[in-house]
């Protein structure tokens, strides 16, 4: 079965960089679209961006510029690069198989990335 697994999260001052990772296992990793999402307590997700099997990359323009996510197929990893990171920022992180529209996504447990 799919398994997504996030790790990286922490506690950062503003302005600092922290660099996520997703450790996939279940499925043809290099094979598909992987995406990042965050979500603050009370409010609903929020996309971050997604690379598809390809490696191309789109984000929102809330992060573009950034944000950034690259995958390594050797070693079942997606990456999340965050840089100048603000208050605002503080959420956890999920990785997920797919698009968040997809009938099929599927996300891992999270990270927790405070900003303070």
């Known amino acids: 079965h799919v398994q997504l697994v996030e790790s990286g999260g922490g506690s950062v001052q503003p302005g600092g960089s922290l660099r996520l990772s997703c450790t996939a296992s279940?499925?043809?990793?290099?094979?598909?679209?992987m995406t990042w999402v965050r979500q603050k307590p009370g409010q609903r997700q929020e996309y971050l961006g997604a690379?598809?099997?390809?490696?191309?990359?789109y984000y929102p323009d809330a992060v573009k510029g950034r944000f950034t996510i690259s995958r390594d197929n050797a070693k079942n990893t997606l990456y999340l690069q965050l840089n100048s990171l603000q208050i605002g920022d503080t959420a956890m992180y999920y990785c997920?198989?797919?698009?968040?529209?997809?009938?099929?996504?599927?996300r891992g447990q999270g990270t927790q990335v405070t900003v303070s």
């Open positions: 690379i598809t099997a390809a490696a191309m990359t």
């Open positions: 279940g499925f043809t990793f290099s094979g598909h679209t």
């Open positions: 997920g198989k797919g698009w968040p529209t997809d009938t099929n996504y599927v």
